[in-house]
């Protein structure tokens, strides 16, 4: 194979394809061959009644909407917050001196090890959960966006001040619009993390959302349930990942032309 | 009367990781007249950008000011229009966005800024892009964008950093004739950096050499090809010798700063 040589769009659909074929092969062989008990691997079959009883009789689509109701409410919230803090540090250097060390010492924070002190201070309510994503969310988009906007071409900035672009104008009419595909490639990423830390708050104290079902899951040994449970959010964040990949790409045109 | 006047302008850029300080520019005096074309001529390293960027407003310099029609400069402004030579482009805008830029800054209304485009398009000769993004235009239609974005500002004084630098040579010869042609019909105070030899006679009123590190003004020569210039000027004898003198001129420098870096 050439490095760097390119793949016609039907092979790369086909080959994408193929990986999954080739997973849910060798799952079905380790289970279906008893090479794994079946106590602590259920097959794909048992997977998906489990899943259809999961969502026919207990309700599963209500766990879903909460949990996707608890990552988009999280990460809509960090996100009003961080992206206007992070471009103002990523601006105005005063600020990022001011802000830089703190946000970088308290990305290292690991928002799952807040879930007990925030269950203290909110309850096992809304709240806490929205707050976890928020922890675990917040500072690492505050960061990812000042870095972006720190590193706009300096020339474009100039080119703006000697068209008679004010300090708020540059900020305005070149940081804002330079940065905003890395803005939203940033925020995409960030979704993606938010995924996890709301699975961890609702393993731990909730009464419902799929990392609810998934420990309840646990004391019945219904290992195809928890398993179920983990490929929706799979295909979640893929559906999500694809969306926010198409609003992108429509939105900042300018970059593919 | 001198529109633009360079009054013992210096700069000297602090060292790096505890290096010597270093000189770009001696102290130098320039005045130019309005309506003038002025192209400033040197070696790589001379300090010809550095001059042009404190008349932006773009650098300070460490001595001396610029005064613009008898007012200090502090700062970059819309009276003075840049071209660069990188391609400064804002990407997320069209050409048509982007030649209106400064207007929309200043806050001139849609109807009249869409016709000051469009008379600006007109002259750099990109009708039929005003579409386009700039990722979509060849170098030499990125530059000539740059140029209607700068002069649609209509500034007192057009500055240009090398801005033909990156073109192929026709495109090069074309974008001359192209600036020469505009200038020539609206008149406007223009200062370009080169290090064309050339290109600095072709479009000159007044050729101004520099010498090596630290910068500071050889020579000023006036060309007096009569205007409108054709590019079979080039060909021309009083235009070998002109060119013959800052040739000699500027190997002098050049040799010089090739054995000293």
């Given at each position: 194979m050439r490095p760097l040589e390119p793949i016609g769009q039907q092979a790369r659909i086909l080959l994408g394809i193929l990986f999954f074929v080739l997973f849910f092969s060798g799952w079905s062989i380790a289970t279906f061959g008893g090479f794994v008990s079946p106590t602590f691997l259920?097959?794909?079959?048992?997977?998906?009644?489990?899943?259809?009883?999961?969502?026919?009789?207990?309700?599963?689509?209500?766990?879903?909407?909460?949990?996707?109701?608890?990552?988009?409410?999280?990460?809509?919230?960090?996100?009003?917050?961080?992206?206007?803090?992070?471009?103002?540090?990523?601006?105005?250097?005063?600020?990022?001196?001011?802000?830089?060390?703190?946000?970088?010492?308290?990305?290292?924070?690991?928002?799952?090890?807040?879930?007990?002190?925030?269950?203290l201070w909110a309850g096992i309510g809304e709240l806490q959960k929205l707050l976890v994503i928020f922890i675990g969310s917040v500072f690492q988009i505050i960061l990812?966006?000042?870095?972006?906007?720190?590193?706009?071409?300096?020339?474009?900035?100039?080119?703006?001040?000697?068209?008679?672009?004010?300090?708020?104008?540059?900020?305005?009419?070149?940081?804002?619009?330079?940065?905003?595909?890395?803005?939203?490639?940033?925020?995409?990423?960030?979704?993606?993390?938010?995924?996890?830390y709301v699975i961890v708050a609702e393993l731990i104290g909730a009464s419902s959302g799929i990392g609810?079902?998934?420990?309840?899951?646990?004391?019945?040994?219904?290992?195809?349930?928890?398993?179920?449970?983990?490929?929706?959010?799979?295909?979640?964040?893929?559906?999500?990942?694809?969306?926010?990949?198409?609003?992108?790409?429509?939105?900042?045109?300018?970059?593919?032309? | 009367?001198?529109?633009?006047?360079?009054?013992?302008?210096s700069r000297t850029f602090p060292g790096v990781r505890g290096g010597a300080p270093v000189q770009a520019l001696h102290p130098t005096d320039l005045d130019i007249a309005k309506n003038d074309f002025?192209?400033?001529?040197?070696?790589?390293?001379?300090?010809?950008?550095?001059?042009?960027?404190?008349?932006?407003?773009?650098?300070?310099?460490t001595t001396g000011s610029v005064l613009l029609e008898g007012q200090t400069i502090t700062g970059p402004g819309a009276d003075r229009g840049m071209v660069f030579q990188?391609?400064?482009?804002?990407?997320?805008?069209?050409?048509?966005?982007?030649?209106?830029?400064?207007?929309?800054?200043?806050?001139?209304?849609?109807k009249e800024t869409a016709e000051i485009v469009d008379s600006y398009l007109d002259k750099v000769g990109l009708r039929g892009f005003e579409n386009h993004w700039p990722k979509q235009l060849s170098g030499g239609m990125q530059q000539r964008?740059?140029?209607?974005?700068?002069?649609?500002?209509?500034?007192?004084?057009?500055?240009?950093?090398?801005?033909?630098?990156?073109?192929?040579?026709?495109?090069?010869?074309?974008m001359q004739e192209l600036l020469l042609g505009i200038w020539e019909r609206e008149q406007k105070t223009v200062v370009f950096v080169t290090h064309d030899i050339e290109e600095a006679v072709f479009m000159a009123s007044r050729v101004v050499t520099m010498t090596a590190r630290p910068g500071r003004i050889k020579s000023i020569t006036p060309v007096d090809i009569p205007h409108p210039r054709h590019y079979t000027v080039k060909a021309s004898p009083e235009f070998?010798?002109?060119?013959?003198?800052?040739?000699?001129?500027?190997?002098?420098?050049?040799i010089q700063a090739a054995t000293h870096s």
């Open positions: 259920a097959d794909p079959i048992t997977m998906l009644k489990d899943g259809i009883y999961l969502l026919t009789e207990q309700g599963f689509l209500e766990d879903i909407g909460m949990t996707v109701w608890r990552v988009v409410g999280g990460f809509v919230l960090s996100a009003l917050v961080a992206v206007p803090i992070g471009i103002a540090m990523g601006a105005y250097k005063p600020i990022e001196a001011l802000l830089e060390p703190f946000v970088s010492f308290s990305r290292y924070l690991p928002a799952s090890a807040f879930i007990p002190l925030l269950i990812m966006v000042s870095v972006s906007v720190s590193a706009t071409r300096r020339d474009l900035v100039e080119a703006s001040y000697t068209l008679g672009a004010s300090d708020a104008g540059v900020v305005r009419r070149v940081l804002i619009p330079a940065n905003a595909p890395d803005i939203a490639e940033t925020l995409r990423l960030v979704l993606g993390w938010a995924w996890t609810y079902m998934i420990i309840n899951s646990q004391a019945l040994m219904a290992t195809g349930q928890i398993i179920f449970g983990i490929i929706v959010i799979g295909i979640i964040g893929l559906i999500s990942d694809f969306a926010f990949k198409t609003v992108n790409r429509s939105l900042f045109a300018w970059r593919l032309a | 009367m001198s529109e633009l006047i360079v009054k013992g302008v002025v192209t400033i001529l040197g070696p790589s390293g001379c300090g010809k950008s550095t001059l042009l960027r404190i008349i932006a407003g773009l650098d300070r310099p990188s391609y400064t482009l804002f990407p997320w805008l069209t050409v048509r966005e982007n030649v209106g830029f400064g207007l929309r800054e200043r806050g001139i209304a849609a964008t740059a140029i209607a974005r700068a002069l649609a500002n209509d500034p007192k004084i057009l500055l240009l950093d090398e801005p033909f630098g990156a073109l192929d040579n026709q495109t090069r010869g074309l070998s010798e002109l060119r013959l003198k800052l040739t000699e001129e500027i190997r002098a420098e050049a």
